[in-house]
């Protein structure tokens, strides 16, 4: 009925066989694991109303294809669309401005992502196993990108914030085997452990810092890994170690 406003927490958790539903326009709150196991639920409307998804709202609800999420909407918190494996059509309204970590975890058929203005850190795992994900916008409110981020992701390539600053996140864009090339910003001080392991495409790399440092293994079973496109550091052997860690040619910026 009209008079309710509020979706209890864990309220259709486990309905199984729910495939649709629609709720009063008049809901403002959809509580943390609502529809968390509905294996079979295909579409949903978030009433205008809502402001927050909740954490673990639609986990694993494998079916589920399309969410219209509206503008009201200004968090997404912890797995709210972890292992919506079949989830393709997504937008994400620019009034959002937290996406917590592992929202979009392992949410296999989503192609392509617009990250709003005004969220300007990409968290933990946020788009982890997201193998179709083959375009990403980001805009340069972006400052910080965490550990496993993209991690398996399916892009080519992807323009990183300008903005970006401090540590790229740990294993942020590993396994993502498509890549091919990247720019790291000039306000990146220091590339992750593990950051592009895996990357078995990445052919070359710029770096627009003077002197970043790399943790280990950053580039970690990259076969194809050849060139590093460098500003010219103060000592020009700083980058010798790297240069024969990874077999590649230094080539420096003007």
């Known amino acids: 009925p009209d008079t309710i406003t509020n979706i209890g927490d864990y309220a259709f958790c486990y309905c199984i066989s729910l495939k649709k539903i629609e709720l009063p326009s008049n809901v403002k709150k959809i509580g943390k694991r609502a529809f968390w196991h509905c294996y079979t639920l295909e579409s949903f409307e978030i009433p ?8 673990r709202t639609f986990t694993n609800c494998k079916k589920l294809k399309e969410v219209n999420i509206p503008n009201n909407v200004k968090v997404i918190k912890e797995c709210a669309f972890e292992l919506c ?23 296999q058929s989503i192609t392509s992502i617009v990250i709003p203005e005004k969220v300007t850190i990409i968290e933990k795992e946020t788009f982890t196993g997201c193998i179709s994900l083959t375009s990403i916008s980001m805009s340069n409110n972006v400052t910080k990108i965490e550990d496993y981020a993209f991690f398996g992701c399916g892009m080519t390539n992807i323009i990183l914030s300008d903005n970006l600053q401090g540590k790229l996140g740990d294993y942020a864009f590993s ?40 943790d280990s293994f950053a580039f970690e079973d990259c076969p194809n890994f050849k060139t590093i496109f460098i500003k010219k550091p103060t000592n020009v052997e700083d980058y010798s170690e790297f240069v024969e860690k990874y077999n590649v040619t230094r080539e420096f910026l003007k």
């Open 85 to 107: 494996i079949s989830l393709e059509n997504l937008t994400i309204p620019n009034n959002v401005t937290t996406i917590e970590r592992d929202a979009f975890r392992y949410c």
């Open 175 to 214: 396994q993502c085997i498509n890549l091919n090339d990247i720019i790291i910003p000039k306000n990146v001080s220091i590339i992750g452990a593990g950051a592009f392991k895996g990357c078995s495409n990445l052919k070359s790399i710029t770096v627009s810092n003077k002197e970043p440092n790399f």
């Open 48 to 55: 205008d109303g809502v402001e927050t998804i909740e954490e």
